[in-house]
């Protein structure tokens, strides 16, 4: 089955640049989804990026995808405080009748320290 | 964005007992909605596939009979924990898909007594 693999602690310094790595072994994985989750609290999506993308910018934050190596790369430019929290990465299933069955990493939990 | 919502938030409960936990989707339709179940930093596994107007689609090792899903309308589901007993004490949430996408809620949290 898919399988998604991620580095489980990251720690940075305040205002230092972010990055969680993430690998997966799914090859027909349609989207791949970075979300955030603070303590007690739900997913919140963050950004994704399609299949036959190489890159994707949002603001502070930047999606690396390398299809060949299955290896996607979130960066946290300027990192805060606030960024603190367990950020997990996901692959889509292409569809049929499993079509929007997401498959999680096991969750990086970022500190930022001041 | 779009937003999921999940009531209650945190519910405690009695072993044996049942217990219902809604999903709504607010401001769209979702035919397709998911629960998962994350246990303490542990990552989130799913555990069915809620489809409007027809039979939920479990993931292996999920008992269908102790987790009961309906999914009523395009934008409510319902997960009921039957006969709860304390392993089941965990953190509920579910997702909906919108466009390409999928929105979480919030979470419910479960303890079972």
Redesign the interface.
């Known amino acids: 089955g898919e399988d998604v693999e991620q580095s489980l602690f990251l720690s940075v310094r305040e205002g230092d640049s972010s990055v969680i790595n993430c690998t997966y072994t799914d090859s027909s994985s349609t989207?791949l989804?970075w979300?955030k989750q603070e303590p007690?609290?739900?997913?919140?999506?963050l950004t994704?990026i399609?299949s036959n993308m190489d890159m994707k910018q949002d603001q502070r934050l930047t999606v690396l995808l390398n299809k060949k190596d299955k290896h996607l790369s979130l960066r946290i430019a300027d990192t805060q405080t606030g960024d603190s929290a367990i950020y997990?990465c996901a692959e889509?299933d292409a569809g049929g009748?499993s079509?929007?069955?997401?498959?999680?990493?096991?969750?990086t939990i970022l500190t930022v320290h001041p | 964005?779009a937003v999921v919502s999940?009531h209650p938030s945190r519910v405690i409960c009695k072993s044996g007992t049942s217990v219902k936990i809604e999903c709504r989707s607010l401001d769209f339709q979702a035919t397709?909605m998911?629960w998962y179940r994350q246990f303490p930093k542990?990552?989130?596994m799913?555990m069915a596939?809620s489809n409007e107007g027809s039979k939920a689609?479990y993931e292996q090792g999920v008992e269908k009979d102790k987790f009961l899903i309906n999914h009523a309308s395009l934008t409510l589901s319902t997960l009921t924990v039957t006969s709860a007993h304390p392993e089941d004490s965990s953190f509920y949430?579910c997702?909906a898909?919108a466009g390409?996408?999928?929105?979480?809620?919030?979470?419910t949290?479960l303890l079972v007594l």
Request: glycine letters at 18%.
């Open positions: 989207y989804y979300y007690g609290a739900g997913l919140q999506l994704y399609f997990f889509a009748t079509y929007g069955k997401l498959t999680f990493g096991q969750g | 964005g999940q397709t998911f542990q990552s989130l799913l596939t689609t949430i997702s898909i390409e996408t999928q929105y979480f809620g919030p979470g949290r």
